[in-house]
């Protein structure tokens, strides 16, 4: 195997104005926790779709300026303030409403942030997920230094205050208790046994901790706690058998815990419960659920539910009846490859089922019926007649109606799950799948019967798959599923009778593709993109999509009168270059949405054009290309760079002005120190978008001198000298 590599790596930033388009869905996602602001509007957090706000009590939502991040716990104080709490992010805050974010600098900065409240001097209280005892901080000033106050629970996963006390449940010591803003902490376990402490709430009268006990007999099931606020004694009220509850919350005297699909109500303070669990409709399995409540308000006139997957749903009568409360909300993550027809695009998602956009309507809704319900679409194919659906674990489908309905074509052994398709688009019947192990699998009449071929050499997995014809495929290997390792691409010319190892040694796939001119492209889990031919087994590496860009997707792009393209969906959006030349990758950004998969229309289907791009995101749903790519983009005004230039003036008394520039948004910290290295002022501290940006130091009360000032962003690290004279 020969792999060649190229000798300069250059990273250049273009972008054409409007360039992308949400298609508005598909509606739903990831939400995790909830606040409410000083106004009393609602805030929704996400799994890397950023903050959602309702005006209206939750019956629609949109989303504030987009931050990038796995939120664990949002929390309004008095003054206003938001903070929220991200997983290995640390807490953030906004003082605009959630316009701009800034994270301050403290020991929180790598932690998972997982609950904040605040006591009545405004002490803030943060609970951080842990293996170690460090879980509980305390912050005396707003949130801008913290520091540890307890450890005595290995992670605090709720934090409240009920009256003058402040409460944290966490695991293995259950609750503790402060009685003094937070700086001492009592352990007041509710349970003999070791109890870990999931979601707390309080009323005027209790105190209510949702958790699990750790003993070998129970281990899958729930108890809630409460605690007497007069008597400071423990009751156990309820006990919910083979359910993880993971969120409890109250009204006055009425109370919601729930968790998976599990929903209990109770009106009596905890005395009793009611199981106001969904049910299955037709509108989807568990009411749209899929994989339950992980989070939950509850007001008097509206009565809100996180779902891991349906986004949120809403109640005006305490759950006994709910409805979907996702208008405005796309925070789905699209897994699947976007599968093109002539009136309809077939989405696949993570935590939310599947999906078609009609063209015509331009409309979205749920399809594929007959699949599990809890099962992911990894892959996609149709020969213009039949739609070929690989689930990740429950085998392969097929649709005669369009993806409408489904039905088992492929399952059994090493024939579960299914990463990868091709549907030949002019040989009728001839279909070729691949996924957890390594048996390509084909079919020449539709699906009506299968064989497969093995792979010299295992375990492998199959991530990629392409024909030239019947006789001649190319197979990627990888990992799917967890199983299998790398090992290249493999060629048959005998329709996998036999095969030859075609280059990429111990190398593997996570996407893999194939010109109308016999090239190949191969998109490496090593986030590397490598070209080749179908006729020789040297690859050649492209330059290098950036210094931690992770590689999703990469596929040609064939486009009338133009050079082959390559584009590749990242997590720093979509990137394109042309193909075998020495260009670099230009980074068409997508409102900061990491790019998870791509398709490209070949021909035009409703209101779609030839060229144009399709791409699903992780946290934004999908969106459209305006036009096709041109040959080099248009390029804007976003440098190629990063890059920190001299202040002006220099020297300069009092104020000067210093600028710099970043070609993609990034965490930007921008300090200046003294001469023997003392932190003097902060300029910048928190994420900024592409461009070239400029911030005023104002040295009033400073000492003449040199300084020296020092930016870093992403990896980038600069510093220069400046001079101060009075």
């Given at each position: 195997?020969?792999?060649?590599?190229?000798?300069?790596?250059?990273?250049?930033?273009?972008?054409?104005?409007?360039?992308?388009?949400?298609?508005?869905?598909?509606?739903?996602?990831?939400?995790?926790?909830?606040?409410?602001?000083?106004?009393?509007?609602?805030?929704?957090?996400?799994?890397?779709?950023?903050?959602?706000?309702?005006?209206?009590?939750?019956?629609?939502?949109?989303?504030?300026?987009?931050?990038?991040?796995?939120?664990?716990?949002?929390?309004?104080?008095?003054?206003?303030?938001?903070?929220?709490?991200?997983?290995?992010?640390?807490?953030?805050?906004?003082?605009?409403?959630?316009?701009?974010?800034?994270?301050?600098?403290?020991?929180?900065?790598?932690?998972?942030?997982?609950?904040?409240?605040?006591?009545?001097?405004?002490?803030?209280?943060?609970?951080?997920?842990?293996?170690?005892?460090?879980?509980?901080?305390?912050?005396?000033?707003?949130?801008?230094?913290?520091?540890?106050?307890?450890?005595?629970?290995?992670?605090?996963?709720?934090?409240?205050?009920?009256?003058?006390?402040?409460?944290?449940?966490?695991?293995?010591?259950?609750?503790?208790?402060?009685?003094?803003?937070?700086?001492?902490?009592?352990?007041?376990?509710?349970?003999?046994?070791?109890?870990?402490?999931?979601?707390?709430?309080?009323?005027?009268?209790?105190?209510?901790?949702?958790?699990?006990?750790?003993?070998?007999?129970?281990?899958?099931?729930?108890?809630?706690?409460?605690?007497?606020?007069?008597?400071?004694?423990?009751?156990?009220?309820?006990?919910?058998?083979?359910?993880?509850?993971?969120?409890?919350?109250?009204?006055?005297?009425?109370?919601?815990?729930?968790?998976?699909?599990?929903?209990?109500?109770?009106?009596?303070?905890?005395?009793?419960?009611?199981?106001?669990?969904?049910?299955?409709?037709?509108?989807?399995?568990?009411?749209?659920?899929?994989?339950?409540?992980?989070?939950?308000?509850?007001?008097?006139?509206?009565?809100?539910?996180?779902?891991?997957?349906?986004?949120?749903?809403?109640?005006?009568?305490?759950?006994?009846?709910?409805?979907?409360?996702?208008?405005?909300?796309?925070?789905?993550?699209?897994?699947?490859?976007?599968?093109?027809?002539?009136?309809?695009?077939?989405?696949?998602?993570?935590?939310?089922?599947?999906?078609?956009?009609?063209?015509?309507?331009?409309?979205?809704?749920?399809?594929?019926?007959?699949?599990?319900?809890?099962?992911?679409?990894?892959?996609?194919?149709?020969?213009?007649?039949?739609?070929?659906?690989?689930?990740?674990?429950?085998?392969?489908?097929?649709?005669?109606?369009?993806?409408?309905?489904?039905?088992?074509?492929?399952?059994?052994?090493?024939a579960t799950g299914f990463a990868t398709i091709y549907a030949s688009p002019s040989i009728a019947?001839?279909?070729?799948?691949?996924?957890?192990?390594?048996?390509?699998?084909?079919?020449?009449?539709?699906?009506?019967?299968?064989?497969?071929?093995?792979?010299?050499?295992?375990?492998?997995?199959?991530?990629?798959?392409?024909?030239?014809?019947?006789?001649?495929?190319?197979?990627?290997?990888?990992?799917?599923?967890?199983?299998?390792?790398?090992?290249?691409?493999?060629?048959?010319?005998?329709?996998?009778?036999?095969?030859?190892?075609?280059?990429?040694?111990?190398?593997?796939?996570?996407?893999?593709?194939?010109?109308?001119?016999?090239?190949?492209?191969?998109?490496?889990?090593?986030?590397?993109?490598?070209?080749?031919?179908?006729?020789?087994?040297?690859?050649?590496?492209?330059?290098?999509?950036?210094?931690?860009?992770?590689?999703?997707?990469?596929?040609?792009?064939?486009?009338?009168?133009?050079?082959?393209?390559?584009?590749?969906?990242?997590?720093?959006?979509?990137?394109?270059?042309?193909?075998?030349?020495?260009?670099?990758?230009?980074?068409?950004?997508?409102?900061?949405?990491?790019?998870?998969?791509?398709?490209?229309?070949?021909?035009?289907?409703?209101?779609?054009?030839?060229?144009?791009?399709?791409?699903?995101?992780?946290?934004?749903?999908?969106?459209?290309?305006?036009?096709?790519?041109?040959?080099?983009?248009?390029?804007?005004?976003?440098?190629?760079?990063?890059?920190?230039?001299?202040?002006?003036?220099?020297?300069?008394?009092?104020?000067?002005?210093?600028?710099?520039?970043?070609?993609?948004?990034?965490?930007?910290?921008?300090?200046?120190?003294?001469?023997?290295?003392?932190?003097?002022?902060?300029?910048?501290?928190?994420?900024?978008?592409?461009?070239?940006?400029?911030?005023?130091?104002?040295?009033?009360?400073?000492?003449?001198?040199?300084?020296?000032?020092?930016?870093?962003?992403?990896?980038?690290?600069?510093?220069?000298?400046?001079?101060?004279?009075?």
């Amino acid at each position: 195997m020969a792999v060649l590599f190229t000798a300069t790596i250059i990273d250049v930033a273009f972008s054409q104005p409007g360039f992308w388009q949400s298609l508005n869905g598909p509606e739903g996602g990831v939400v995790q926790c909830f606040a409410a602001d000083n106004s009393g509007d609602i805030l929704a957090g996400t799994y890397f779709g950023g903050v959602y706000k309702s005006t209206n009590r939750g019956v629609s939502w949109a989303q504030l300026p987009y931050v990038n991040l796995d939120i664990r716990s949002l929390a309004v104080n008095a003054s206003g303030t938001i903070f929220l709490g991200a997983a290995t992010s640390g807490l953030w805050k906004s003082t605009d409403g959630g316009a701009t974010w800034v994270r301050p600098t403290n020991i929180l900065n790598n932690r998972t942030v997982t609950s904040v409240a605040f006591h009545s001097s405004g002490n803030v209280i943060a609970g951080c997920a842990s293996t170690s005892s460090q879980s509980v901080f305390q912050s005396t000033d707003n949130g801008e230094t913290f520091f540890q106050v307890s450890a005595g629970v290995l992670s605090g996963n709720s934090v409240i205050r009920q009256g003058a006390n402040m409460y944290v449940a966490g695991d293995r010591n259950g609750v503790l208790r402060s009685t003094d803003g937070g700086f001492l902490w009592t352990t007041i376990n509710p349970s003999s046994s070791q109890f870990n402490g999931l979601s707390m709430t309080s009323n005027a009268n209790y105190v209510y901790v949702v958790g699990r006990r750790t003993a070998a007999t129970t281990p899958d099931s729930s108890f809630i706690y409460r605690r007497s606020v007069s008597t400071g004694a423990w009751e156990l009220v309820h006990i919910q058998r083979g359910v993880v509850l993971r969120t409890i919350s109250s009204v006055g005297d009425t109370l919601l815990a729930a968790g998976d699909s599990t929903v209990l109500v109770s009106f009596n303070a905890g005395q009793s419960w009611i199981d106001r669990s969904p049910q299955a409709t037709s509108a989807g399995p568990i009411a749209l659920y899929y994989y339950g409540l992980a989070a939950s308000r509850l007001e008097r006139d509206a009565q809100l539910g996180g779902c891991v997957g349906g986004g949120i749903v809403r109640s005006t009568d305490f759950f006994s009846t709910w409805n979907p409360s996702v208008q405005g909300m796309y925070n789905t993550h699209i897994v699947a490859k976007p599968l093109i027809l002539a009136d309809r695009i077939l989405i696949s998602t993570q935590f939310n089922g599947r999906w078609k956009y009609d063209l015509t309507n331009q409309t979205w809704a749920r399809t594929g019926g007959g699949l599990p319900a809890n099962d992911v679409v990894a892959s996609f194919a149709s020969d213009n007649s039949i739609v070929y659906v690989g689930n990740v674990t429950n085998g392969l489908w097929s649709s005669s109606n369009w993806g409408e309905t489904c039905s088992q074509s492929l399952f059994g052994t090493n024939a579960t799950g299914f990463a990868t398709i091709y549907a030949s688009p002019s040989i009728a019947g001839f279909v070729l799948a691949g996924g957890r192990g390594e048996r390509p699998w084909k079919t020449t009449d539709g699906g009506g019967t299968w064989t497969f071929s093995l792979l010299p050499g295992s375990p492998y997995s199959i991530t990629g798959i392409t024909a030239v014809n019947q006789n001649e495929y190319f197979v990627a290997t990888g990992n799917f599923g967890g199983y299998g390792a790398g090992n290249g691409v493999y060629k048959t010319t005998n329709g996998g009778s036999t095969y030859t190892h075609h280059g990429l040694q111990f190398t593997g796939a996570v996407s893999f593709d194939r010109s109308s001119n016999n090239k190949l492209v191969f998109g490496s889990a090593s986030d590397q993109v490598l070209e080749g031919d179908v006729n020789v087994t040297t690859w050649t590496a492209t330059p290098s999509l950036g210094l931690g860009v992770k590689l999703r997707d990469v596929m040609f792009y064939e486009y009338p009168g133009q050079p082959i393209r390559e584009i590749a969906a990242t997590s720093v959006g979509l990137c394109e270059r042309e193909a075998f030349s020495q260009g670099p990758w230009v980074k068409r950004a997508l409102g900061g949405f990491e790019v998870a998969r791509i398709e490209v229309v070949r021909a035009p289907a409703g209101p779609l054009f030839t060229g144009q791009i399709i791409a699903g995101t992780y946290g934004g749903g999908v969106h459209q290309s305006t036009g096709p790519l041109t040959s080099v983009g248009e390029k804007a005004d976003i440098p190629d760079e990063f890059a920190l230039e001299q202040n002006y003036p220099n020297p300069f008394n009092p104020t000067t002005t210093l600028r710099f520039s970043i070609p993609y948004s990034a965490f930007v910290i921008l300090k200046v120190y003294d001469l023997l290295g003392r932190e003097v002022a902060t300029l910048v501290n928190e994420v900024r978008v592409p461009g070239s940006h400029e911030v005023m130091w104002d040295a009033r009360g400073m000492s003449s001198g040199v300084y020296f000032y020092r930016l870093a962003a992403g990896e980038f690290v600069a510093t220069k000298k400046l001079l101060f004279t009075k």
